[in-house]
């Protein structure tokens, strides 16, 4: 039915970086790069979710170039999940062992950088059942391009020489996203969405990952 599967990453393939770990990770990217005791709120302000108009704020605030800043908050962001992957605190989910009888190709979009995507998907041997994965550079360009923007979904679906494709995700911006790029979208069901409302209705609803071999077929 489909030629490609298009995969997030974080909530998807493996568990969620806990929002406290970003936090500290958006902290630390002020200290480095000079500001010592920022304002609690406009940490939290860069810690997720963040869009150029408030990144540009926020740094306009400490008079800080925000190409660096950014720059350096996602190589903090980035080590810090690496960590909580080396350590044990983020980990794939049991059914990642399914991709294998997916009878698609496959790829990853996420938001988060791609360093950490990479990192993510080497560490825990996931690299060999995708043919291209995508995430953030380190750039504040990168933030208009995150989802629902189609833009990295688009690169991969022509790097997947797709016709048909499904995008699976655990939000709703990963339903817009693939509404945005036309095709179809699994919305996954993870503990953490078990109660989720959707305003934009997916093609499918999933319960975990074993679903997708009988919308998908098995290899």
Same mark, same amino acid.
């Given at each position: 039915?489909?030629?490609?599967?298009?995969?997030d990453n974080d909530g998807v393939l493996v568990g969620r970086t806990p929002y406290e770990t970003l936090q500290k990770a958006?902290? &630390?990217?002020?200290?480095?790069?000079?500001?010592? %005791?920022?304002? +609690?709120?406009?940490?939290?302000?860069?810690?997720?979710?963040?869009?150029?108009? %408030? +990144? #540009? &704020?926020? =740094?306009?605030?400490?008079?800080?170039?925000?190409?660096?800043?950014?720059?350096?908050? %996602?190589?903090?962001?980035?080590?810090?999940?690496? %960590?909580?992957? /080396?350590?044990?605190?983020?980990?794939?989910? &049991?059914?990642?062992?399914? *991709?294998?009888?997916?009878?698609?190709? *496959?790829?990853?979009?996420?938001? #988060?950088?791609?360093?950490?995507?990479?990192?993510?998907?080497?560490?825990?041997? +996931?690299?060999?059942?995708?043919? /291209?994965?995508?995430? $953030?550079?380190?750039?504040?360009?990168? *933030?208009?391009?995150?989802?629902?923007?189609?833009?990295?979904?688009?690169? !991969?679906?022509?790097? +997947?020489?797709?016709?048909?494709?499904?995008?699976?995700?655990? #939000?709703?911006?990963?339903?817009?996203? !693939?509404? #945005?790029?036309?095709?179809?979208?699994?919305?996954?069901?993870?503990?953490? $969405? @078990?109660? /989720?409302?959707?305003?934009?209705?997916?093609?499918?609803?999933?319960?975990? *990952?074993?679903?997708?071999?009988?919308? =998908?077929? @098995?290899?």
């Amino acid at each position: 039915m489909y030629d490609a599967v298009v995969f997030d990453n974080d909530g998807v393939l493996v568990g969620r970086t806990p929002y406290e770990t970003l936090q500290k990770a958006a902290w &630390d990217a002020f200290e480095r790069v000079g500001v010592e %005791d920022p304002d +609690l709120a406009h940490v939290e302000d860069v810690a997720v979710g963040v869009s150029p108009a %408030d +990144l #540009n &704020d926020v =740094c306009e605030r400490y008079d800080i170039d925000p190409t660096e800043f950014w720059r350096v908050r %996602d190589e903090v962001a980035s080590e810090a999940q690496v %960590d909580d992957a /080396t350590s044990g605190r983020k980990t794939p989910y &049991d059914d990642v062992g399914v *991709l294998g009888d997916i009878d698609a190709r *496959l790829g990853v979009v996420s938001s #988060n950088q791609q360093a950490t995507v990479d990192f993510v998907l080497d560490h825990f041997d +996931l690299s060999a059942h995708f043919e /291209t994965a995508y995430g $953030r550079e380190p750039s504040v360009a990168s *933030l208009s391009r995150k989802k629902p923007s189609p833009y990295y979904l688009e690169r !991969a679906l022509e790097d +997947l020489e797709a016709d048909t494709a499904l995008f699976v995700g655990d #939000n709703e911006s990963d339903v817009e996203a !693939a509404d #945005n790029a036309g095709i179809d979208s699994a919305f996954i069901r993870r503990p953490h $969405r @078990r109660d /989720t409302e959707l305003s934009r209705q997916p093609t499918y609803e999933v319960e975990d *990952l074993h679903d997708l071999v009988s919308i =998908c077929g @098995r290899r």
